[in-house]
């Protein structure tokens, strides 16, 4: 299993080919520069643990309690600048997790999951850098949506089944893989690609977004790590 096939934002339908009247390929670029990223974050952490079979209930309920912050702070960011140049084009409804997550964490742990499940300084390391990128125009929250929501269409459908499996979770459990409103997902991340490079064009300075989208695999990297080291030392607490 590649890291293209699972975490890579930009596999299968023709990225990069928005048509000969595409604005700037930002997302080509993303891509390119944060390919070494994706192999490093599924050989490492909570991820590589799904993928080699061995994840528990309670390291992949962590791992959602640990990312459900940093969704909070984008998609509120996101609401702000909606209709506006820039980070506005990123605000699609569709894709908001924020509240699949907390269904999840609710279907796993029941109500009381957050005194069972705690936030990780690498938790918190995330959701404040998101908060700081909603900051001035916000167009560095073109990088973070980028980062989660193409990767959550991308790999998604294969990490629910893999998930099912391997921990027999059921349907309510895994509503984070699921995007009711988004009926053609390959259709739809071909036009919100095409909607990332049009946000590209409209904001001041490219660089600081692919710095800043370097820098959410980084933080994504550190979260998974970290919760594969809390489940290693706490597995004792894999039943809620």
Known sequence: MTARTILDPDQGDGAGSAGADAPAELVQVLRERTQPLHTKAERTGIINEVLRGRATRYGYAMFLR???????????GLERFRGKPGAGGAARTELYRAQALRLDLEALYGVHWEQALP?????????TRVTAAANGDGARLIAHAYTRYLGDLSGGRIMKKMLASLLELEPAELSFYDFPEIPDP??????????????????????????EAMAAFELNIAVSEAVRKTNGALSHSDTP
């Not at 936030?119 to 959701?127: C, F, K, N, S």
């Not at 991340?189 to 490219?206: I, M």
Request: net charge negative.
């Open 186 to 211: 390959d259709g739809f991340k071909h036009a919100y690609r095409h909607a990332l490079n049009r946000a590209a064009t409209e904001v001041g300075d490219l660089d600081e977004v692919i710095e």
């Open 119 to 127: 936030l990780l300084p690498e938790g918190e390391q995330y959701v």
């Open 66 to 76: 640990n990312l459900l912050p940093a969704y909070q702070s984008m998609e509120h």
